[in-house]
């Protein structure tokens, strides 16, 4: 008998493979996810090996694992959004519905008789109910007296055809949307689980083999989709602060994206270098996802102009920081001295997202300076007064959360927070 591995949801057995796990479901782990403990036999999941109670002997367990909501943001990153899972499923629908009516095949017609008025009447939400239903009652495996009244019962049952699961009765183009439908349902601290214990012992893996990372390696064909997303920023400062925030902020995300390396490549900062990066990605052909990200400031919205005329591809996504409410009513220093100004689009680099608690010294925030103006755009270029004392209160604050992490929500995060949001949300 061939070995397998599962795929659970919330401790429910969602696909079950011989020999290999599905890339298209481990792609979603990472290594750092990889569990190797000791358990009983008899703690296997009962809804996949049966009541083993008398089984004390004990094995070595391999799995990944993460929590729900990890698991939900690593799908939405990669484009399976609940959004985009409901378009899907009422596309696929319709595709479903008219294969069922085909008049030029009477046969398939009256087969098909049964499940097309389930699916006519079953809306999105009605098959969450039914996976809700299924998960939580841990149905395996239908027997009338197991399913519990329910406002479409057809629909469970047809769920448990034959004696076992068809979730592929779930109308969709891709696995990857039933999973995302499928885990909507669950509790968010609860974990997603690819338990490839068997498969590791039947020797199909070495006990040492990255085999999320293998999985990976083998979705060549959606490369574009399952590599690292790169993302370009105007300097090095800039890359520091995302790059040490997003291990801090959403460590369960940070290995989908690599940020450009400064000094390593020798590049030069700036906006105008950035659209230089930019256009030589777009020349190079370069397949990777790739975010530029661009300050909110009058410099960038000048150097966006170099940009105007050429044609950026799908996979190439220009990004500015987003607008915030700290910096409507921001003190500016000019001519006339200090000044309150929306400086929203005229002076906000990434400065100005650290937080109130490292932007204030003496109970007052460190001042915008304007230094020039620019003739195209019309408009005020400015930058933060004494820069260095706020990274430096910067750094300070994110060692004290990495030493400590329980202390997070002692600081402001709340406007970096809304450029990783923009940043997770630039290929939707």
């Avoid at 290594?31 to 009541?51: H, M, S, T």
Wanted: hydrophobic share 40%.
């Amino acid at each position: 008998m061939s070995s397998s591995c599962t795929f659970e949801l919330a401790d429910y057995p969602i696909e079950e493979t011989k020999c290999y796990p599905i890339p298209e479901l481990m792609v979603f782990f990472r290594e750092r996810d990889r569990r190797v403990f000791v358990r009983k036999v008899c703690e296997r999941n009962p809804l996949v090996w049966g009541n083993l109670h008398g089984d004390a002997s004990e094995e070595e367990a391999f799995t990944y694992s993460i929590r729900i909501y990890e698991f939900k943001s690593r799908l939405d990153l990669l484009g399976f959004t609940l959004e985009k899972t409901k378009r899907d499923f009422e596309e696929s629908k319709l595709g479903e519905i008219e294969r069922m009516t085909d008049t030029n095949d009477r046969l398939r017609e009256r087969l098909y008789d049964s499940d097309l008025a389930i699916l006519e009447r079953a809306s999105f939400e009605d098959f969450l109910v039914a996976f809700q239903t299924i998960r939580e009652r841990r149905l395996r495996g239908f027997s009338t007296e197991s399913i519990v009244q329910h406002d479409d019962v057809r629909l469970v049952k047809r769920l448990f055809r034959n004696n076992r699961e068809n979730f592929d009765f779930f109308p969709c183009h891709d696995i990857r949307f039933l999973i995302r439908a499928f885990a909507e349902t669950c509790p968010e601290h609860a974990f997603a689980t690819y338990d490839l214990t068997d498969i590791v012992h039947a020797g199909y893996y070495e006990p040492d083999d990255p085999i999320a990372e293998l999985a990976t390696q083998s979705l060549i064909g959606e490369y574009p989709r399952h590599g690292k997303i790169i993302i370009l920023t105007e300097g090095k400062m800039d890359r520091r602060i995302l790059e040490d925030s997003l291990r801090l902020l959403y460590p369960h995300l940070a290995d989908y994206f690599s940020f450009m390396d400064f000094e390593v490549s020798k590049a030069e900062g700036g906006a105008g270098a950035l659209v230089s990066t930019v256009r030589a990605f777009i020349g190079a052909g370069i397949m990777n996802r790739t975010i530029a990200l661009f300050d909110n400031d009058t410099a960038a919205a000048e150097a966006l102009r170099g940009l105007a005329l050429i044609a950026v591809p799908e996979n190439i996504k220009i990004v500015r920081l987003p607008e915030i409410d700290l910096a409507r009513n921001y003190p500016t220093l000019g001519p006339n001295g200090i000044a309150r100004s929306d400086i929203n689009g005229l002076a906000c680099a990434i400065e100005l997202y650290l937080g109130q608690d490292v932007l204030e010294a003496d109970g007052d925030l460190v001042p915008v300076q304007w230094t020039g103006y620019s003739r195209s755009e019309e408009k005020y270029q400015g930058v933060l007064v004494n820069k260095q004392c706020v990274h430096s209160r910067f750094v300070d604050k994110l060692e004290a959360c990495k030493r400590e992490p329980s202390r997070l929500e002692e600081f402001d995060w709340a406007n970096l927070r809304t450029i990783f949001e923009r940043v997770f949300c630039a290929f939707h």
